[in-house]
């Protein structure tokens, strides 16, 4: 998981992504995110996205979060505007 906010990034393990996630949205700091990454973060669910909308994001990358869903992607997009955002979702098989 990567966050970016300016030129500043910073760097998470993706094995806890949904909890490190929680506990940097926290931190005053994280309110000017501008460019979060979350591709093949585990743990990454619809209430994230919740954490996520007040922001202003310019990029969001949640390719292979396969919890993210419906609710979290609308919870996300009524709050934020989010200029590229890059999805992929998990092929089908039959």
């Known amino acids: 998981m990567r966050l970016k906010a300016g030129g500043v990034g910073c760097n998470v393990q993706a094995k806890h992504g949904g909890r490190m996630l ?10 000017h995110l501008r460019c979060v990454d979350l591709e093949f973060a585990q743990g990454i669910e619809n209430e994230h996205m919740v954490l996520l909308a007040p922001l202003q ?16 992607l609308v919870a996300l997009l009524e709050g934020n505007a ?6 992929t979702t998990p092929a089908v098989r039959s």
């Open 82 to 87: 989010v200029s590229e955002t890059s999805l």
């Open 57 to 72: 994001l310019r990029k969001l990358n949640i390719n292979a979060c396969q919890k993210v869903g419906d609710p979290g």
């Open 22 to 31: 929680t506990q940097l949205m926290a931190q005053a700091r994280c309110r």
